[in-house]
């Protein structure tokens, strides 16, 4: 797990980059700080976030850790791929996303985010059909050999 600044609002010490600042809005939601969460949101983008929404996911959520995955360093842009584990109730979530950075005046902002698609998982070898013989080389079908009970 990283550690971040303590950034507040009221501090002149902004974090200088993107990554910093993910960490730091990472920490403003363990501590509940949603005056830190918003501040930190680009101006082009905050009328779309709810205060009562990311008040109640940062209080009522146990925060876990942050990895951060990737990251895409722009002079005015930059975009960071991040997992956040956190549990709300009896479920654990993993939370990841593309977070988009933007500078404005100067200061790093949390822009934007989009959900990256999963994988496609893709079979390396040939597909065996269920009539086929066995790869084993028993002689049998691969219905009677190991293919028992993957209907």
């Known amino acids: 797990m990283s550690t971040a600044p303590k950034a507040t ?18 920490k403003a939601f363990e501590r ?11 101006p082009e983008t905050i009328s779309a976030v ?8 940062a209080k009522d959520s146990k925060w876990l850790g942050l990895s951060i995955e990737d990251e895409k360093i722009g002079d005015e842009k930059t975009i960071v791929t991040f997992t956040v584990r ?11 996303e593309n977070a988009e950075f933007r500078k404005h005046e100067g200061r790093w902002l949390y822009f934007d985010s989009e959900f990256p698609k999963p994988e ?9 059909g269920r009539n086929d013989p066995c790869s084993c080389g028993s002689g049998k079908k691969f219905k009677k050999c190991h293919g028992l009970g993957e209907d």
């Open 9 to 26: 609002p009221s501090q002149t010490n902004w974090p200088s980059t993107a990554r910093s600042l993910l960490e730091a809005r990472y």
């Open 86 to 96: 956190y549990s709300r109730g009896s479920e654990t979530v993993n939370h990841r």
């Open 50 to 57: 709810d205060r009562q929404s990311i008040e109640s996911w």
């Open 32 to 42: 509940g700080d949603v005056d830190f969460i918003l501040e930190s949101h680009h």
């Open 120 to 128: 496609t998982i893709r079979r390396s070898g040939d597909k065996v």
